[in-house]
């Protein structure tokens, strides 16, 4: 499509934004999944809802001038969706990757933030202000969202990724002691087999001079 217009811009943007959120409704539930923290799953959950309702708008608006959402890929999105997948594929700990998986879904709320901010300032310069209303729905539930993830993190996930961090110190320091003790114990058994020897090997030179 060539960019002639202020409004063929706002008709691709708003293209990429629902490649954005098609994405992000196939990884969502795969968030859900990897997340143990009860609250932060709970929000995956809720959010996947309102991003169905998010790609309805955008059709909506689209709708409204009579264009095609489909026919580009975010490869922005794709690129965040991607990082994200080769968190949950790392052996972390379960609260280290939820402290991984809310930063991972930042990033995706910021891009929406600043992409959807874009898209209702153009919608009003071009006098569209049903779709600047619908579209300013989403913004602020995308804030809305990037906040509720700042708070849990805040209250929970990040102190609960620390400790994790200080049981598995402290599990290294038990590990180190316990082979320490192993060696120790091997060594007095291979001294007290010289010494043994040592023993047996004077009683029978003694012998041998009698």
């Not at 790392?90 to 280290?96: E, R």
């Not at 929406?112 to 602020?140: D, H, R």
């Amino acid at each position: 499509m060539k960019l002639e217009s202020l409004r063929d811009l706002f008709i691709t943007e708003l293209r990429d934004l629902y490649s954005a959120e098609n994405q992000l409704i196939k990884a969502l539930p795969k968030m859900a999944k990897a997340a143990t923290n009860p609250d932060l799953k709970a929000g995956f959950e809720e959010h996947l809802e309102q991003t169905r309702g998010h790609a309805q708008r955008l059709e909506q608006v689209c709708q409204q001038l009579e264009a095609n959402p489909k026919g580009k890929k975010c490869t922005a999105m794709e690129g965040l969706i991607e990082e994200g997948k080769e968190l949950i594929e790392k052996d972390a700990a379960p609260n280290v990757l939820d402290a991984g998986l809310i930063a991972a879904a930042q990033k995706v709320e910021h891009y929406e933030i600043a992409s959807y901010g874009t898209v209702c300032t153009w919608a009003k310069i071009l006098g569209l202000e049903e779709a600047a209303e619908l579209l300013n729905e989403t913004l602020e539930e995308e804030k809305a969202t990037d906040e509720k993830l700042t708070e849990i993190a805040e209250q929970t996930v990040n102190e609960e990724a620390e400790a994790s961090e200080e049981e598995s110190d402290n599990e290294e320091g038990s590990d180190d002691e316990e082979d320490l003790d192993n060696e120790e114990e091997s060594g007095s058994a291979r001294g007290g087999a010289r010494n043994g020897r040592g023993r047996t090997q004077s009683r029978s030179a003694s012998r041998a001079s009698r």
